[in-house]
């Protein structure tokens, strides 16, 4: 069974770093990892992936200022580094994995059918 647990949320001042971590379990290889965040009042939007062969892609909002990362050691366990967070940046993220579609796509959210989520972690950036 696939499991997704996100940690690494929290309440910080503008311009300030925090890491999210999304340990999983069951996550067959080749499948897209992408972090999703949904902001109050907001559709969830897809915000980062690493595809089924090693690429990333980036929402335009966080380009510049987010990383997202693997650890291929833990198993699978990925990563999102936030730096410069801005009161904008407020929402629930989530970890989410699923199969990848193969091929070019244009967003985070069109790598994959998303069939699997973390429970979400909140972030609030105060200004």
């Given at each position: 069974a696939v499991n997704l647990v996100e940690?690494?949320?929290?309440?910080?001042?503008s311009g300030a770093t925090l890491r999210l971590s999304c340990a999983a379990t069951g996550v067959p290889s080749g499948w897209c990892?992408?972090?999703?965040?949904?902001?109050?009042?907001?559709?969830?939007e897809g915000i980062a992936v690493i595809d089924g062969e090693g690429g990333t892609k980036y929402v335009d909002s966080v380009k510049g200022r987010f990383t997202i990362?693997?650890?291929?050691?833990?198993e699978y366990t990925w990563y999102?580094?936030?730096?410069?967070?801005?009161?904008?940046?407020?929402?629930?993220?989530?970890?989410a994995a699923g199969k990848y579609n193969g091929g070019w796509y244009s967003r985070p959210s069109t790598c994959a059918t998303y069939s699997y989520w973390g429970q979400g972690t909140q972030v609030t950036v105060s200004s």
């Open positions: 940690s690494g949320g929290g309440s910080v001042q990892t992408a972090w999703f965040r949904q902001a109050a009042g907001k559709e969830r990362s693997r650890d291929y050691d833990k999102l580094q936030m730096n410069n967070l801005q009161p904008e940046d407020t929402a629930i993220y989530y970890c």
